[in-house]
């Protein structure tokens, strides 16, 4: 057995011995294409210049916007380890799932395997079968330096209950509940344990990447109009102030991007 294979089935051994979520892709009956967004957890300390890159996220008030960050904010901002930042980008859909459509794409460098990859540079947000799947790898340890290789994001362009939504991959995070995150982006437990396959709300993962559809009023309106009369609204409510923040950044993504 090679080096490389044997690093990558110690790898895969290891990571059994304590069950983290992996992602999973998301439904998508569709053939179309769409904007989605995906939590991202730094895996160590960077830059939103470096994510920036990283997802190939064309502009970077895109991920400003859905961050709550003014527009102001310097790309090399500080992101902390096991911070938490949003990323926007295009999905596609065919053959019942969704994928970020092409992006990011991702450099092989020294020493990487596919498992590396997917766990430690793209924090599980796909697997490392995923990643041989679309890049046509037949044997996942034969990988070369500077091979570029397409990151499968997970995402969804179906509409939810009749209503146009945008689907956002949530990575659940340590003592949350579906009725939390229900609340607090404004859709319904039993939405998000059928979008999910998930049979019942104990079963939640912290790790896991949730579908999470979000709708609402102001995705209806201009960007320019709803950072007018949205700005108020949002600091007064506390209470729906991720759901709106996140509303309003997919109004500035659809105009900037």
Known sequence: ???????????????????????????????????????????????????????????????????????????????QSKQKIRIPFHCACANGSGTSNKRPVYKVQP???????????????????????????????????????????????????GSKVVHYGHVVEAGSSVDQIASVYGTSPETLLRLNGIANAKDLQAGAVLDVPLRGFCFYFSWKQNLLHLRLPVLAFSYFYTYFQVCLFFLLFFKIN
């Open 1 to 79: 057995m090679g080096s490389a294979t044997l690093l990558l089935v110690l790898s895969i051994f290891i990571s059994g011995v304590s069950v983290i979520p992996t992602a999973e892709g998301f439904n998508c009956t569709s053939n179309a294409t769409c904007r989605a967004i995906v939590d991202y957890v730094s895996p160590n300390t960077t830059t939103l210049l470096d994510i920036q890159t990283r997802f190939g996220v064309k502009n970077l008030r895109s991920i400003l916007g859905v961050n709550s960050m003014p527009l102001s904010t310097s790309p090399n901002q500080t992101v």
């Open 111 to 161: 020493g990487d395997d596919l498992y590396h990859i997917a766990v430690d540079v793209f924090s599980r947000l796909v697997t490392y079968p995923q990643i041989q799947a679309v890049n046509h790898i037949k044997d996942a340890n034969l990988i070369e330096k500077g091979q570029e290789l397409w990151i499968p994001l997970p995402c969804s362009c179906d509409d939810v209950d």
